[in-house]
T-cell receptor, first 112, second 114 residues
């Protein structure tokens, strides 16, 4: 069956550095991907999305890259700040219109 | 409020009791989802409502779990005869229309079954 997983369960970065969070997915038919941020005690918060007809999308301090050839998704956070500390989830949706499948999450810790 | 709201925020119950969890989606959102998140785990899909269509219940783990959505807005997730393994955070999300749209999540209900 389809699955979404993350290469690194935890990531620690220095404040001001760039962060890269990776995600592998197995369903080559997935056509839509989302990154969510979940702070402690809160629900997931939408960060950025990308459709399968794109390979890169930029937001404010965040960039999502999609490599369909190797079924890999990444989230890049520029100039990481303490407020970026959270668990980040990737999610995929198959093009058959089924519901999203979420990965287990990567915890990002920003060191002072 | 502009966001998805859920109540209660926390619920402690005894094994065997029934619980009801409530979700108020964003106004105008026709799609509503329930997920379960166990400690340190990802999101597990439970059920999906879209407008007046029959809900997608494919994620419900057992017949002790049920959900309804009245009037196309508020939804209630009911867990009957709760078990300790039901302890988790139950998250509700809504989207503008269908699974092609971004989901916006509520803060969740933390359920603890003793």
């Amino acid at each position: 069956g389809e699955s979404v997983g993350l290469h690194l369960p935890t990531l620690s970065v220095q404040e001001g550095d760039n962060s890269i969070i990776n995600c592998a997915y197995s369903n080559s038919a997935s056509d839509y991907f989302i990154w969510y941020k979940q702070e402690s005690g809160k629900g997931p918060q939408f960060i950025i999305d990308i459709r399968s007809n794109m390979d890169k999308r930029q937001g404010q301090r965040v960039t999502v890259l999609l490599n369909k050839t190797v079924k890999h998704l990444s989230l890049q956070i520029a100039a990481t700040q303490p407020g970026d500390s959270a668990v980040y989830f990737c999610a995929e949706r198959g093009n058959y219109g089924q519901n999203f499948v979420f990965g287990p999450g990567t915890r990002l810790s920003v060191l002072p | 409020g502009a966001g998805v709201s859920q109540s209660p925020s926390n619920k402690v119950t005894e094994k065997g009791k029934d619980v009801e969890l409530r979700c108020d989606p964003i106004s105008g959102h026709t799609a509503l989802y329930w997920y379960r998140q166990s400690l340190g785990q990802g999101l597990e899909f439970l059920i999906y409502f879209q407008g007046n269509s029959a809900p997608d219940k494919s994620g419900l783990p057992s017949d002790r779990f049920s959900a309804e959505r009245t009037g196309g807005s508020v939804s209630t997730l009911t867990i009957q005869r709760t078990q300790q393994e039901d302890s988790a955070v139950y998250l509700c999300a809504s989207s503008l229309a269908g699974t092609k749209e971004t989901q916006y999540f509520g803060p969740g209900t933390r359920l603890l079954v003793l």
